[in-house]
């Protein structure tokens, strides 16, 4: 006898393979969820929870801009800043100029080029992004309260799988110039 995610495994796959005239119609629903998780994402829920609990000085954008920098291989320039987020330079180096203003970034010399200025997350900034990933994962958890271990489990792979196909398929905007393939930030 199956037991735990086993069990909903089979049930996912005999449902898929068995019922492929019901396939149209989970197509249907996961459409209708994704809208209604798209609202909840533009209204920008959690980040607006996280900047009101935490950093009420701060808006949406500078958390997304600390946000990025994690995102960012090697040195942390403005330019690359407003790259991943997908902003035009003089934005990006607006945000910047804020967060350092705030005592949340510093300016430094490139170590690669001299002659470059990058920016360095300051150990307020840090902080900041630890309280800022605690309070996000509390709130994920209230949301997921009396979930199962097996569908905490079988959720975090299957999320995992769907968005990681979006990112396959929409890696990068600027490279493909589709406005479909702008990713959500972290909410």
């Known amino acids: 006898m199956l037991t735990g995610t086993a069990l909903l495994f089979s049930i996912v796959m005999t449902k898929t393979v068995t019922e492929n005239r019901s396939t149209a119609a989970d197509i249907a ?17 959690i980040s607006r929870t996280l900047v009101d609990s935490l950093a009420p000085s701060l808006e ?3 958390l997304d801009a600390l946000r990025a920098m994690g995102r960012i291989e090697g040195e942390v320039t403005v330019g690359a800043i407003a790259d991943v987020m997908r902003l035009d330079p003089s934005r990006g180096s607006r945000l910047v100029a804020e967060l350092v203003a705030q005592g ?38 209230s ?3 009396g979930w199962s271990e097996e569908e905490l489990s079988v959720f975090a792979v299957l999320f995992d799988k769907f968005v990681s196909k979006f990112e396959e ?16 930030t972290s909410a």
């Open 29 to 45: 629903h996961i459409s209708e969820v994704m809208g209604r998780m798209r609202l909840l994402i533009g209204r920008r829920v």
């Open 60 to 62: 949406i954008s500078h």
């Open 104 to 141: 949340l970034l510093r300016r430094a010399a490139s170590q690669a080029d001299g002659r470059r200025s990058i920016v360095v997350r300051t150990e307020l900034g840090d902080q900041l992004m630890a309280e800022v990933d605690t309070t996000k994962r509390q709130l994920l958890a």
């Open 143 to 145: 949301m997921l309260d």
């Open 169 to 184: 398929t929409y890696p990068n905007e600027k490279a493909h110039g589709s406005a479909a393939s702008r990713s959500l």
